[in-house]
Nanobody, 126 residues
Framework: QVQLVESGGGLVQAGGSLTLSCTAS????????MAWFRQTPWNEHEFVAG????????EYSKSVKERFTVSRDDARTTVVLQMNSLSFDDTAVYYC???????????????????WGRGTQVTVSS
């Protein structure tokens, strides 16, 4: 079993930056891709960004590409989402997710992920 804990959420003004971290504990050796999703009242589990375990292959949604950067630590247990040039549309609850099944690249469907954190709120003021 794996536990995921997000941190780093908060309130930021439009144009600002925020860094989210997700730390995995437990049987982390079975983890493969890890990804970030976000949830709003209008869009549940929207894929944001993800990264593979072994080769750091990344994937981004079009809405965040070139603004957000996802990375992993050397131990492969922490995933960081660096968010820059934030806008009001980025306001959401951000969830960290992990898969225990190997994939080619980073799946963008939430159904591919079996482990989820409880989320961290990101609010961007306009």
């Amino acid at each position: 079993q794996v536990q995921l804990v997000e941190s780093g959420g908060g309130l930021v003004q439009a144009g600002g930056s925020l860094t989210l971290s997700c730390t995995a504990s437990g049987r982390t050796s079975v983890l493969n891709p890890m990804a970030w999703f976000r949830q709003t009242p209008w869009n549940e589990h929207e894929f944001v960004a993800g990264i593979t375990r072994s080769r750091d292959v990344t994937e981004y949604s079009k809405s965040v590409k070139e603004r957000f950067t996802v990375s992993r630590d050397d131990a492969r247990t922490t995933v960081v989402l660096q968010m820059n040039s934030l806008s009001f549309d980025d306001t959401a609850v951000y969830y960290c997710a992990a898969s225990e099944i190997g994939h080619l690249g980073v799946p963008t469907s939430p159904n591919a992920y079996s482990e989820w954190g409880r989320g961290t709120q990101v609010t961007v003021s306009s």
